[in-house]
């Protein structure tokens, strides 16, 4: 079983619609929790943080579930360019900062 | 300012070729990471240099897999007798801050644009 769980989708979202979906991780050891975007042959980038209380950043929000060990992302009023694939990470203790990527949830804005 | 860089972008081998695939960290980074991502997949921890020091090669598959970072700046992964499982994207990351001990560092990673690897 993998660390880091992800529903691949694709998510197809009408521009200006609402998104969301979640990621489950494995280690309840895990202190850090990201949500980054990579686009189509491209590197991961940071899209932000998630904290225990809940962020929220523009029209991203993110929230996290230590009971139950998941994640979630929630994207308003979707852009075109907010078509990627999405990575959940995790970062644990004492691993020397190394993060543990879920396999990704492809979004697709359509006009 | 300059990012991660990497080279080079593409790698076509023939099995049982030996390859060497370079990352230029950012300028003062003293963490390095290298990941491996096939294809539909998250990237795959590999490998952690904290300036020239190898601190966890817990992720490479196999002794094939190499890295180094001599003088704790540029780093190069290597790959003897590739095989057709190795063909991947070839991430680096580097990171500002050091980690004392083995706890996780908070600092952001910085990817480079990846090596992809195709083994025929």
């Known amino acids: 079983r993998k660390e880091v769980e992800q529903d691949p989708g694709p998510f197809n979202v009408p521009e200006g619609a609402t998104v969301a979906f979640n990621c489950t991780y494995s280690n309840s050891a895990s202190q850090s929790f990201f949500w980054y975007r990579q686009d189509c042959r491209k590197e991961p980038k940071l899209l932000m943080s998630?904290?225990?209380s809940g962020n929220e950043d523009g029209r991203f929000t993110a929230q996290l579930n230590r009971a139950s060990q998941y994640i979630s992302l929630l994207i308003r009023d979707s852009k075109l360019s907010d078509s990627a694939t999405y990575l959940c990470?995790?970062?644990?203790?004492?691993?020397?900062?190394?993060?543990?990527f879920g396999a990704g949830t492809q979004v697709v804005v359509t006009p | 300012g300059a990012g991660v860089s990497q080279s080079p972008r593409y790698k076509v081998a023939k099995r049982g070729q030996d390859v060497a695939l370079r990352c230029d960290p950012i300028?003062?980074?003293?963490?390095l990471f290298w990941y491996q991502q096939a294809l539909g997949q998250g990237p795959e921890f590999l490998t952690y240099f904290q300036n020239e020091a190898q601190l966890d090669k817990s992720g490479l598959p196999s002794d094939r897999f190499f890295a180094e970072r001599p003088e704790g700046s540029v780093s190069t992964l290597k790959i003897q007798r590739t095989q057709q499982e190795d063909s991947a994207v070839y991430l680096c990351?580097?990171?500002?801050?050091?980690?004392?001990?083995?706890?996780?560092?908070?600092?952001?990673?910085?990817f480079g644009p990846g090596t992809r690897l195709t083994v025929l």
């Open positions: 990351a580097s990171s500002l801050k050091g980690v004392a001990g083995a706890r996780s560092s908070t600092d952001t990673q910085y």
């Open positions: 998630v904290y225990s």
């Open positions: 300028s003062g980074h003293v963490s």
């Open positions: 990470v995790v970062r644990e203790g004492d691993s020397w900062g190394k993060l543990q």
